[in-house]
């Protein structure tokens, strides 16, 4: 399968725990997405990189929030203190041009 | 800045037609894209449009009118497997989607 895989599928954590999620893009992609998205909600975008470069991140992405995409690869993104409102589904997309692919998604819940 | 409008809600007829507007307000347009996700899943691609008019792809067809900043998604020969929540994009380093149309297919 030479989809976008994202690992884990589902998370629980404890509230105030890091956690970190990996997206693995489909490898001619150069434009890599996170999105964020809780339910009856469209995907709320967090974060985009091309190739390794971080060219956009949301005004709204708290410092707790962190993403990388080393070599321009695969991506992780990183909550540090996890709080209950942080539950939602985590979304990464890769594209070759302005739409994109999505991966499986995260399934975060922090309890 | 970006938004988009679409509707919250359709429900149409196994083997009717249907069609979900969306109209978007951007600084710099890059193209509409289309989007499915049922309960549970992951969004899908569906199509793109970068130039104004009609895009098909099997049963269904996306249109976009730049003037306008208008567009819609054409769904033919409704399926039971069709209902889903829909969403409409634009953007390029920072893709943004409207809220979704949820659709429901009835018998």
């Known amino acids: 399968d030479t989809g976008v895989s994202q690992d884990p599928r589902h998370k629980i954590t404890k509230r105030g725990q890091n956690v970190t999620f990996r997206c693995d893009p489909i490898?001619?992609?150069?434009?890599l997405y996170w999105y964020r998205q809780t339910l009856g909600q469209g995907p709320e975008f967090l974060t985009y990189?091309?190739?390794?470069?971080?060219?956009?991140k949301s005004r709204l992405l708290s410092d707790r929030f962190s993403a990388e995409r080393p070599k321009g690869s695969f991506s992780t993104l990183e909550i540090q203190r996890t709080e209950q409102g942080d539950s939602a589904m985590y979304l990464c997309?890769?594209?070759?041009?302005?739409?994109?692919?999505f991966g499986q998604g995260t399934r975060l819940t922090v309890v | 800045g970006q938004s988009l409008e679409q509707p919250s809600e359709v429900t149409a007829v196994e083997g009717a037609i249907v069609q979900i507007n969306c109209t978007y307000q951007?600084?710099?347009?890059?193209?509409l894209s289309w989007y499915q996700q049922h309960d549970g899943g992951a969004p899908t691609f569906l199509s793109y449009?970068?130039?104004?008019g009609l895009e098909e792809t099997g049963r269904f067809s996306s249109f976009l009118s730049r003037s306008d900043s208008y567009g819609y998604l054409l769904l033919q020969e409704l399926q039971m497997k069709d209902s889903a929540s829909y969403f409409c994009?634009?953007?390029?380093?920072?893709?943004?989607f409207g809220k979704g149309t949820k659709l429901s297919v009835i018998p």
């Open positions: 997309a890769s594209s070759p041009r302005d739409f994109a692919f």
């Open positions: 490898s001619e992609h150069n434009r």
């Open positions: 990189f091309q190739n390794e470069a971080q060219l956009e």
């Open positions: 951007t600084s710099g347009f890059y193209g």
């Open positions: 449009n970068a130039l104004d």
């Open positions: 994009a634009v953007g390029s380093y920072q893709l943004t």
